[in-house]
Every structure is written in structure tokens, then in C-alpha cells.
């Protein structure tokens, strides 16, 4: 079954995700500091974030993430701008674009796209009271996931153009009931579509090429298929995931390739965590340095052709990384010799 169009885009404004008024937008611009990291690695401090939490960086420098409660967008020429309206910032692409997902006056979630200088716009649902916009490719396209008034969980695809569209599991050879909880998680420029499936047991990645052919992507050599959690995929088709052991508390990172499959990356620690892969295959992560399952710091890390670099910190005990862009500059934070957190780009290129 191909993906089907809602009908939706008809008479009503909103049906293709309708306008709302302009959000106010507070904005600030504080000077970046030059740092080294405790590994040598050069670092830029962007002192006006500190305690708040990246998410995304766009090939031009600009990031997105969340104060508290609060969106915000940081602009290399402009400064960081917080919106408004409480929500989640998820993705920017390099058209300035945000995405996300605001919370309502109800207490449940709209996806929303925010660009700069014009409105907000809220995306359409199915009836249900959860939406939630992931990602955002350089075309505009949209992805995230939608409940119907079921309660159902259906991921989508929206743009300006075509308004929302349901994706589904397309020539997939596996039972339908394993598709019950789809998310769609990524997007590349070419419309490919990396995706969750959620199962009672565990969750798996699949997906979806902009055929409409959908992939379910299963590790075949163990257990880890059940927990395959999709991070970030790049222009390759390469995916980066997080997979988790519940027994024993574990959780390291796997790539997986059109060509190569599963190869488990960043060895050497019990604890890992992905944050995102550049079309040349390196991957930005967290992982635990030393120490128990539960204990020991953290630091981020970036991986590429089977080598692990340790970022380092800005002198305190951890950090982490969140997001990597196509100039090789990796988003996190860092603690201070203060034991400040403080937002963070290594430039690593």
C-alpha cells in the first residue's frame, strides 16, 4: 500500500497546517568565547545558554533547542531568539527553519514549523491530541508522528505544498500488528525517511524510500533488534541508533549501511548514546568514560572510520553532545572548572 493524502487541503486553512498570530520573540547577542577543551579540541562558549539544552545545528552554524519550557533559535548573525509559547524545539535545517511540537492550553502536544521573520505555523492532526513535528529537511518537508482520535499512533509527512500525508508500511513482509506504533524520526533531501517502529517488546528501525518501498531494518545476530531506537540519518542512508540492553542497563550505538549493515560503533564503554551522523559517516555521541553502569563521567565523543575522539570538557567533569553538522562542528554542553554547564560547539574541522 503507497502512502495516502488526506484530503484535507480543502476550505479550511489549517487543514494544511494553518497560520496563527505572530509569536513575540525575545532576542539577545552576547559574544562567543574561544576555548580549548580539556582534549585539545578547539570549542566556541556561547555563554548567553547556559543551563539550556541544544538540539539541532544547521550547516550555517545556527542552533536549535530548549530554555526550560521555552524554544529558542541561535542565530550566528542575529543572536539567539526564545519564543514565546511553551514547547520542544527538535530540528533546524538550513533554511533557518525550526520544528517542533508546542504544548496546548489542554496539556497535549501540536507540531509547529517557525521561520524567521514570518508565523508560526501549527501543523494539522487526525483528531487526537497528540502531534509532534522531528525533523525538517532543506526542502521543507516535514516528518514526525500524529495521533488519530483512536488514539492510534500514525507517522506523517507534511510540506506547504502537499499538506499532510500518512505514511505507512509499504511491501513490508513482516506481520501488520508490528506497525501499530510507527513514529517517522528523519528525512533526507532526496525524501528518504528513517522511522520507529514500537512494538510491545521493544522498538526497531525501518525506512521509508521515497518510492514509498519500506524497510524494516532488524540486527540478526542477537536480541539487540528489540531495542533499536533511531537517532539521525544521514544523505547515505546511514543510521545511527541507540540500542539498549534492559537486563543489564547497557546501551551502545549502532551504524547501520545499505551496503554493510550493523557495525557497532565507539567501543570500549558500557554506556553510549548517539547524537547524530554527517553524509560522511561520523557520528557525534556520548559515552561514559570509566566507572560503574550507573557512575563514572560523561563525555561526548565523535567516531569516524572506527576511531573515537573524546571531546572533553571545559575543565569540570562531563559533557555531551547533541547534534553534528556537515562543517564537522558538534553541539553540547560542557562543565566548567566552575561546574557551570555551558553550551558548547567544538569545532572539530
Known sequence: MKPYILLLCTLLVVACGGPVAPASEQQAVFAVITRTSTTGIPMQVLEDLDECAPTAINDHGAIAGNCGDYPFVRFPDRGTTTLDFRGYAEDINNRGELVGYRITGTGGFQGFVWRRGTRRVDLPTLGGSDSRALAINDRGVVVGYTTDTGGWVRPFKWSQERGLVILEPAESTLPSYYYEYLIAKDISNEGRIAGQAELPFGATPVLWLASGRF???????????????????????????????????????????????????????????????????????????????????????????????????????????????ERGWVVGVAQDEANRSQMVIWRTR
Request: glycine share 12%; hydrophobic share 35%.
Open 215 to 325: 524497510i524494516d531494518i532488524s540486527d540478526p545476530v542477537g536480541p539487540w533488534y528489540e531495542y533499536m531506537i533511531v537517532d539521525a540519518m544521514n544523505e547515505r542512508d546511514e543510521i545511527v541508533a541507540l540500542v539498549a540492553d534492559p537486563e543489564t542497563d547497557t546501551s551502545y550505538v549502532h551504524l547501520w549501511s545499505p551496503e554493510r549493515g550493523i557495525v557497532s560503533i565507539a567501543p570500549g564503554s558500557h554506556r553510549r548514546w548517539p547524537a547524530g551522523i554527517d553524509d560522511r559517516g561520523i557520528v557525534a555521541g556520548t559515552y561514559q568514560t570509566e566507572g560503574g553502569m550507573q557512575s563514572g563521567p560523561r563525555h561526548a565523543f565523535m567516531w569516524e572510520r572506527g576511531e573515537t575522539i573524546d571531546l572533553g570538557t571545559l575543565g569540570g567533569q562531563y559533557s555531551y553532545a547533541s547534534a553534528i553538522n
